[in-house]
């Protein structure tokens, strides 16, 4: 399967700051990747879809101005929380998504997470 | 509405049992049904896929039922260890959802000696 890694694996930040979160490709050339964030107990709920080059695609009720992402190449995707809030404090994950040839159906790889807790 | 629910409470089991876990999907039409297993503190990792026209899948110790005509999943985890001791994510994606995957909630299971 394919190898995704992010940075950092956790953060503390104050109130008020912007967070950067990276997510890396390791070894496939990724097109559309997938940020979700995680509660405590909570499943995992999709914030937005990055493509490569393009604009990316937020899930209604996620603040495209408050959660940036850039998806500059085919290998990095990042997202930054600006303006962070106590209620920000989540489980970051990426995803990216292998289209297996000749197959209809997809299977994501997720990267192992960020812990963004916000003072 | 829509939803996707699995059992909330943890699930404890002895140790070369066979655990049995359900997803139920209300008000989607699921093109495949996803399995995957997560840690705690760690991303999501991938188990099995079954599509709208299987009944089972298989993998190692690990078999997968997908009735449409119920709309439920089982997992089921034959000869359990501890090591199998972790939370259990479904997650489907609709037809005509674009390559959004929807999640359930997860069923922690506890492999016990």
């Known amino acids: 399967g394919a190898v995704v890694s992010q940075h950092p694996s956790r953060v503390i930040c104050k109130s008020g700051t912007s967070v950067k979160i990276e997510c890396r490709s390791l070894d496939f050339q990724a097109t559309t990747m997938f940020w979700y964030r995680q509660f405590p107990k909570q499943s995992l709920m999709l914030m937005a879809t990055s493509n490569e080059g393009s604009k990316a695609t937020y899930e209604q009720g996620v603040e495209k101005d408050k959660f940036l992402i850039n998806h500059a190449s085919l290998t990095l995707s990042t997202l930054t929380v600006t303006s962070a809030h106590p209620e920000d404090s989540s489980f970051y994950i990426c995803?990216?998504?292998?289209?297996?040839?000749?197959?209809?159906?997809?299977?994501?790889?997720f990267g192992p997470g960020t812990r963004l807790t916000v003072l | 509405s829509q939803k996707i629910e699995q059992n909330s409470e943890a699930l404890n089991i002895q140790e070369g049992k066979t655990a049995t876990l359900t997803c139920n999907y209300t008000n989607y039409s699921p093109a495949y049904l996803q399995w995957y297993r997560q840690d705690p503190g760690r991303g999501p990792v991938f188990l099995l896929l079954i599509r709208e026209n299987e009944k089972e899948k298989r993998k190692e110790r690990l078999k997968v039922t997908f009735d449409t005509t119920l709309k439920q999943s089982l997992f089921h985890i034959t000869a359990s260890q501890p090591a199998d001791s972790a939370t259990y994510l479904c997650a489907l994606r609709d037809t005509g959802g674009g390559n959004k995957l929807t999640f359930g909630t997860g069923t922690q299971l506890k492999v016990e000696l």
């Open positions: 995803s990216l998504q292998v289209l297996r040839t000749g197959s209809t159906s997809d299977t994501q790889y």
